[in-house]
């Protein structure tokens, strides 16, 4: 069971937008560790996606955003496109007997 | 540019030791705020971290698997290399290697190799 919650799957017509939860304690997103958010095609490399919780490294278009607020953060995808079907996954720092980088189980994009 | 490659078995027996090699370039690992970490995917599973050293030699393990790993880093040779000990066939997964970028609140993994699928099976 992760440290982080996200929810299994989300899913959105082309052009909607999707947000995706990440869930976790005062021993990590609450303690004030960002969040990080990556996404993972099938066979290829996880991509640092979001980074510090609201930041796009260079080359990330502008439809992915993040934010936190309290024990939670969210990433969120606008102008869904067919590319954008992949899993997601957060991920911070912990101080418990967890672990000290967590990520979240990963969340399922499908575009309809 | 920043680039990472893991080395190492493909097939390993239960119980044998599993050393796996990041090959890195584009970054010193010496360099304050840098690290490398070693993370895992199981088929069909969620990414898993395992272990993370940091340029000033400071390594951490996860609490699950720290009687298990060593994580070691040669600065010269640009590597970082992961042994596992005692491998179980529930250790199948594609092993990833990843540039860690660390600072007191914020740590993530920026550059990602594009990993080696090892398989434990007698």
């Known amino acids: 069971q992760s440290v982080l919650t996200q929810p299994p799957s989300v899913s959105g017509a082309p052009g909607q937008r999707v947000t995706i939860s990440c869930t976790g304690s005062s021993s990590n997103i609450g303690a004030g560790y960002d969040v990080h958010w990556y996404q993972h095609l099938p066979g290829t490399a996880p991509k640092l996606l979001i980074y510090g919780n609201t930041n796009r490294p260079s080359g990330v278009p502008d439809r992915f955003s993040g934010s936190k607020s309290g024990t939670s953060a969210s990433l969120a995808i606008t102008g869904l496109q067919a590319e954008d079907e992949a899993d997601y996954y957060c991920?911070?720092?912990?101080?418990?007997?967890?672990?000290?980088?967590?990520f979240g189980a990963g969340t399922k994009v499908a575009v309809l | 540019q920043i680039t990472l490659k893991e080395s190492g078995p493909t097939l390993v027996k239960p119980t044998q030791t599993l050393t796996l090699t990041c090959t890195f370039s584009?970054?010193?690992?010496?360099?304050?705020?840098?690290?490398v970490g070693w993370i895992r995917q199981p088929p069909g599973k969620a990414l898993e971290w395992l272990a993370l050293?940091?340029?000033?030699?400071?390594?951490r393990y996860s609490p699950s698997l720290k009687s298990r790993l060593t994580i070691t880093k040669d600065t010269s040779k640009n590597q970082v290399v992961l042994t596992m000990t005692n491998m179980d066939p529930v250790d199948t997964s594609t092993y990833y290697c990843a540039q860690a970028s660390l600072s007191s609140w914020s740590q993530y993994f920026h550059h990602w190799g594009q990993g080696t699928l090892v398989t434990v099976s007698s």
């Open positions: 584009g970054f010193a690992l010496s360099t304050r705020g840098v690290g």
């Open positions: 991920q911070s720092y912990d101080t418990s007997l967890s672990g000290f980088y967590v």
């Open positions: 050293i940091y340029w000033d030699d400071d390594k």
